[in-house]
């Protein structure tokens, strides 16, 4: 993982944690996708975090679809 990435999933994660959440990262999902950062609040509101430092990144990542069922 580089600096860059690295950094983003750091300030994401706490941000969220000051928000309330309790936070994960590299988290399983039942479906075997990972994801970046998973968060629950309090309320049991999920809230799913894909990171992506570089555009070339996002453009190629197609499995973020898999994720919205």
């Given at each position: 993982m580089d600096k860059s990435t690295r950094e983003i999933l750091q300030k994401t994660m706490r941000y969220l944690s000051d928000k309330g959440?309790?936070?994960l990262s590299e988290f399983a999902l039942p479906n075997k996708k990972r994801v970046d950062?998973?968060?629950?609040?309090?309320?049991?509101?999920?809230?799913i975090v894909e990171v992506k430092a570089k555009?070339?990144?996002?453009?190629?990542?197609?499995?973020?679809?898999n994720y919205l069922n």
């Open positions: 959440y309790r936070v950062i998973i968060g629950i609040n309090s309320k049991k509101k999920i809230i555009e070339k990144d996002l453009k190629t990542d197609k499995k973020w679809k």
